[in-house]
């Protein structure tokens, strides 16, 4: 069956980024976005931090101390299972922010958020994110819009993730990565791709030989490169132009 094609994560129409006032490439799409009369409430706030590579952000169980809105770089949600193991549920790159569950009014994390990549964020405490959303009428509502595209795509996953061949999760989880990274290099070694997809090195290994062999990726130790992106997208589960095609729907919904 012909898989519907949908285009990657769209930057076009956005302002152009600017920097901080440290000098540091604003990037966040949800920081570009809010009034500029919010700007002097939250950005004094905000401390631009470096991530580095499987950094933990929140801890599943555990009480929220800090969110950050991602500025470079990629962060995952991860489902922790009694046994400990656990699955990617989500993924989370400029376009987003970390620690949905603040903005509800809850303290603690249901998830592991873990840094994917060497990269960078803006990081507020908790508490004082609180205080402000209620002066930040827009931000709290981009914020709230946010949860919503992130929690359907966690439900898209849920689904993805037991369902779909192990090759067809892998070109799904590297489109989702490059619309977020950018750029055709993604550095990834096999187990923390096994980690991600819930499935042993083996399968990953096999998944990847798989792409490799028909010409969208090239695989070597540490990094994937993609070759052909049509063919990637065609290679993907249906749940990518899913994730995709509703993520656009509600934002077009809110231009």
């Known amino acids: 069956m012909a898989k519907s094609r949908s285009a990657p994560l769209s930057k076009a129409n956005l302002p152009r980024p600017r920097t901080d006032g440290d000098g540091n490439e604003l990037a966040n799409l949800i920081l570009l976005r809010i009034a500029r009369t919010e700007c002097p409430s939250i950005f004094p706030s905000l401390e631009f931090v470096r991530l580095k590579l499987h950094q933990v952000l929140h801890e599943s169980g555990e009480v929220i101390r800090s969110v950050y809105f991602g500025n470079t770089g990629l962060a995952s949600v991860l489902a922790v299972q009694p046994d400990g193991k656990s699955i990617e549920v989500g993924l989370i790159g400029n376009e987003g922010f970390v620690g949905i569950p603040i903005v509800f009014g809850f303290k603690t994390s249901a998830t592991r958020v873990v840094a994917q990549s060497d990269g960078t964020a803006y990081r507020i405490d908790a508490d004082t994110l609180r205080k402000l959303l209620p002066k930040c009428p827009k931000l709290a509502l981009t914020l709230q819009r946010f949860g919503m595209i992130l929690g359907s795509q966690t439900t898209q996953l849920a689904a993805c993730n037991g369902q779909h061949d192990a090759h067809e999760r892998l070109a799904r989880w590297l489109l989702m990565s490059q619309d977020r ?75």
């Open 181 to 255: 990274i950018g750029g055709k290099i993604l550095p990834l070694t096999q187990e923390f791709l096994s980690q991600m997809l819930g499935t042993r090195r083996a399968t990953v290994s096999i998944a990847a030989n798989i792409l490799q062999k028909a010409g969208m990726i090239t695989y070597t130790r540490g990094n994937v490169t993609i070759v052909n992106r049509a063919k990637l997208e065609q290679a993907a589960c249906d749940c990518y132009s899913v994730i995709q095609q509703q993520s656009q729907k509600w934002q077009a919904e809110n231009s």
